[in-house]
């Protein structure tokens, strides 16, 4: 190894082995010593030296998700307050943001954010253009349109903070080490039991990993995943700026892709460029990265630069003291993570923050402490929860253009029901070129393609975003109207489907369900699956097949926390296998008032109520093709789930032998023969 070796010996035993000293880990260690927690902290290297040292430090408190708004406000008063407690200067200041729109697009997003940010408690006005020149005197308002000052967000100086998080867990009793990397997870049956670290191994009870960058390969050699590409961020810093004022407030100018940061009379700008970039050095992150910078790539920011121009003119005859170029972690959806492994009990994760780790960590390490303390989540986290990663995200391919998607999201326009571009069609229902040909837009869901939406003839299946009524509500109102007066198909294939086998099945789904699932064979079970403070941790459906076999579907989006929580209920001593049969099963839902007319055409059996109840499944016949039938549909008309193995689904489901048979909604199928009922 080429850094030196450290003199001291390591404890052989703590409550909890915090790997790393950025500001999420030392945030972490801060709240669970200060709760009396026996915690040690790794740092391969030394604390600050991965992402944190060089972050720009632009603190906000406002997000579109709730719950992360909640965990940020909280961090800037821990910051506000922190150096009075540990007596470790942070330079935090409350110094305030301002957000700026060039156009109308920008402006309508302004003012939603606006709204929803109040209703989130969080103090926002709008400014007069007045207000804006004397707040930011250097600043050219020509095309600006609209502008909203946040009062309290503030700006900090990300290494004297993180160093104050971690002389407060000093204080409360943390145990900090330097120079001291982990190698490995230790896990058995499941279950976290210690670290094995490079000067040997701490046995614990909880292992919490915010490696940042490292996260994604971290995790891979731990046989864990962790979504995480490492993307270059940039920022430059000036000369002093003649006439900057102290306070001047952050500065966002979306519309340019760029912020701008006082700093000591000097101008930081900071950007979100659209030509984001990936790093992927080729043999993964040198082991010698510390306190370290990437090359700076001639010519990639003169666009953003040459606008920042325009925008400030003083910035024409000041130098640029700095230009930096730094890495961070982004995630698929832009969200950080925050859990416990679905896979590996006791073993949590904080992680991928998305350039706002600053912003972010002092709130998510106070959060995971809790959840840590509590052995469950203290409150709703689901937009954040770990859980939410899906096995295909952790492939270098699919994060190599997803990641830097996400960097060049962040200030793009945030459309409702905006679609990524990257790594589309990476997973496909079996019928997925017939509802093209149908005219499908379509839309991701836990990286399934799902049709959103269908074109009628002579329209293109195109998003035409905006803040109004979106542009294919007509074709959506029509697909609606066909349910509920006639019936329509919806393609469910996407449901994740778990096998629940052996001798103990029934024992354990009775355990966890709050529905009786002691049923005959063939009945269909609509339950929750209830935490021990009655919160609502699934919503799922079980039928029983056999004696000692059951079939759990349940969402797409939930199918990996679910199958976790499965996991982790099935005690060694059950008899007991679980098997994600999602993708060998595909799914049609069959809903509206004329469901069983239509049905009756092609099924060899009675669908009538007294033979083919609610709440029972049947395996029967479609045409040609075996099926198993559930009667059952969350549409709030009857209907049917139909199962089928997907490689008779594309001969099932044939859109181009569609018929206008009750409308002309465009997700109308027939089946087997091709018949349709009313085709006599
Ligand atoms: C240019 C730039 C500007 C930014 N500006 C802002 C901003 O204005 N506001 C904001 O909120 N965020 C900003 N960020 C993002 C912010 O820097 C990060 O989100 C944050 O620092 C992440 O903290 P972390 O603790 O997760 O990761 P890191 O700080 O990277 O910490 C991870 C630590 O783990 C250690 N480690 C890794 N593997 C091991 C191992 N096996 N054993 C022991 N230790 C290990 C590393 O050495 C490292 O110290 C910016 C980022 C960049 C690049």
Not at 79 to 101: C, D, H, I, P, Y
Not at 291 to 300: R, S
Not at 334 to 363: C, H, K, M, T, W
Not at 364 to 375: E, N
Request: charged fraction near 20%; glycine fraction near 8%.
């Amino acid at each position: 190894m080429p850094h030196s070796p450290p003199s001291h010996v390591l404890p052989s035993h703590a409550e909890t082995v915090i790997i790393c000293g950025g500001i999420v880990g030392c945030s972490v260690a801060y709240h669970l010593a200060k709760e009396g927690q026996e915690v040690i902290l790794l740092e391969r290297k030394q604390l600050t030296s991965g992402s944190t040292w060089h972050a720009a430090g632009l603190v906000s408190q406002f997000h579109g998700f709730p719950c992360i708004t909640r965990l940020a406000s909280y961090g800037i008063e821990l910051m506000s307050n922190l150096e009075k407690e540990t007596g470790q200067a942070t330079g935090f200041k409350r110094v305030g943001a301002t957000a700026v729109a060039m156009n109308p697009g920008r402006r309508e997003e302004l003012r939603r954010r606006k709204d929803v940010a109040i209703g989130q408690g969080i103090e926002v006005h709008t400014l007069t253009m007045e207000e804006l020149s004397y707040q930011w005197p250097l600043l050219k308002t020509d095309g600006i349109l609209e502008a909203i000052h946040f009062p309290n967000d503030g700006q900090t100086n990300p290494i004297d903070t993180t160093i104050a998080l971690a002389k407060g867990a000093r204080m409360a009793g943390a145990s900090i080490f330097e120079n001291t990397a982990a190698l490995r997870i230790m896990a058995e049956d499941g279950q976290v039991v210690g670290v094995e670290t490079e000067q040997g191994i701490i046995k614990a009870n909880n292992v919490v990993n915010c490696t940042g960058i490292w996260g994604q390969a971290f995790a891979a050699s731990n046989r864990t995943r962790l979504p995480i590409q490492h993307n270059q961020h940039f920022y430059i810093v000036t000369d002093p700026v003649p006439g900057l004022t102290d306070p001047t407030p952050v500065l966002r100018v979306y519309d340019e892709q760029a912020y701008y940061k006082e700093d000591a009379g000097k101008l930081m700008i900071g950007f979100a460029e659209l030509n984001g970039m990936a790093w992927n050095p080729p043999k993964g992150i040198p082991h010698d990265f510390e306190f370290d910078e990437l090359p700076y790539p001639d010519g990639h920011l003169d666009a953003v630069l040459e606008k920042c121009i325009q925008r400030v003119p003083a910035l024409e005859n000041a130098g640029i003291r700095t230009f930096f170029n730094g890495p961070e972690g982004y995630t698929p959806d832009g969200r950080y993570y925050l859990g416990e492994d679905p896979n590996i009990n006791n073993l949590f994760v904080a992680a991928g923050f998305n350039s706002s780790g600053i912003q972010n960590g002092p709130g998510a390490g106070m959060v995971l402490s809790q959840w840590i303390l509590r052995g469950h989540a203290p409150r709703d986290l689901v937009d954040v929860d770990i859980r939410r990663i899906q096995p295909h995200q952790s492939n270098t391919e699919y994060l190599a253009h997803r990641g830097p998607e996400t960097l060049r999201e962040t200030y793009a326009m945030h459309w409702p029901y905006k679609q990524r571009e990257t790594m589309r069609g990476l997973r496909r229902s079996p019928i997925h070129e017939q509802l093209k040909r149908a005219g499908a837009a379509f839309g991701e869901s836990a990286g399934w393609e799902r049709p959103m939406w269908f074109a009628p003839e002579g329209v293109q299946a195109e998003y035409e975003y905006g803040y109004n009524r979106t542009s294919w509500f007509p074709y959506w109102e029509k697909e609606h109207h066909a349910v509920r007066r006639d019936c329509g198909l919806i393609d469910l294939s996407p449901f994740c489907k778990l096998l629940v086998e052996g001798s103990d099945a029934e024992r354990l789904l009775q355990k966890i369900c709050t529905n009786n699932i002691a049923v005959p064979h063939n009945r269909v079970v609509y339950t929750q699956w209830l935490n021990d403070r009655g919160g609502i941790e699934a919503d799922v459906t079980v039928v029983r097949l056999h004696h000692d076999r059951f079939l759990v579907m349940t969402s797409a989006a939930t199918g990996v926390a679910d199958h976790g929580w499965l996991r982790k209920h099935r005690s060694k001593e059950l008899d007991v296998n679980i098997t994600d049969i999602s993708t060998s099963q595909a799914t049609f839902g069959i809903s509206g008032p004329r469901a069983r007319t239509f049905l009756s055409a092609y099924a060899d059996v009675d669908l009538s109520n007294d033979a083919f109840p609610f709440s029972t499944s049947q395996e029967i016949n479609l045409g040609a093709i075996p099926v198993r039938a559930q009667r059952i549909s969350y549409t709030g008309e009857s209907g049917w789930e139909i199962f089928v193995d997907v490689s008779f689904a594309p001969y099932l489901v044939r859109p181009e032998k569609r018929r206008d048979v009750v409308s002309d909604h465009a997700s109308f199928s027939t089946f087997g023969s091709g018949q349709h009922p009313d085709d006599d």
